[in-house]
């Protein structure tokens, strides 16, 4: 069962949309791992493993990866037991041979993309996701692992440090 919210129906921007605060955009523009700033704000970053599975690409999926059957998976990052990022990785399943890729469990992404280098950023856009409650800020990455194309897609829930921040004007 797939938990991501943000469907295709999202519209997703080239540039930062004009509501987001400054303190956001550095969150959703940062090029460094969100795993390690993340880890900056908490005593704890835990990966809790929602779903790993083969899905069908939607058309938006298929031409940036350039495949229809993917690998799918969902986590929330939990800063000190708290919810703060959605992140659902997708990439084809022909790269399933990758041994990293799919062992990942409970590991953070991030710690696999940059651990050797920095990973070529293919393309990154933005988004606001209306949830019930406050707007929330979204971004996805493409990124190109051992020639495997990655689709990163992160969202940033309510206690995340990216409002926190914004909200104490940190």
């Known amino acids: 069962m797939q938990h991501w919210p943000l469907n295709s129906q999202v519209h997703w921007l080239t540039s930062i949309p004009d509501r987001v605060s400054q303190p956001q955009a550095s969150w959703i523009t940062g090029l460094g791992s969100l795993t390690a700033r993340l880890r900056q704000s908490c005593q704890q970053l835990e990966v809790q493993l929602l779903a790993n599975q083969l899905v069908q690409a939607n058309t938006d999926q298929q031409a940036l990866l350039g ?31 990758s041994r990293e890729l799919r062992q990942l469990h409970t590991q953070p992404l991030g710690e696999l993309l940059f651990s050797v280098a ?53």
Request: net charge negative.
């Open 118 to 170: 920095q990973p070529d950023d293919l393309c990154r856009q933005f988004c606001i996701y209306p949830s019930s409650d406050m707007a929330l800020v979204a971004r996805r990455s493409v990124y190109w692992y051992q020639r495997i194309p990655v689709l990163v897609q992160e969202l940033f829930l309510p206690e995340s440090p990216a409002y926190r921040e914004a909200f104490n004007g940190q």
């Open 67 to 97: 495949a229809s059957s993917l690998w799918c998976r969902e986590v929330c990052l939990l800063g000190d037991k708290s919810a703060w990022v959605m992140a659902q990785s997708l990439w084809p399943e022909a790269a399933l041979a």
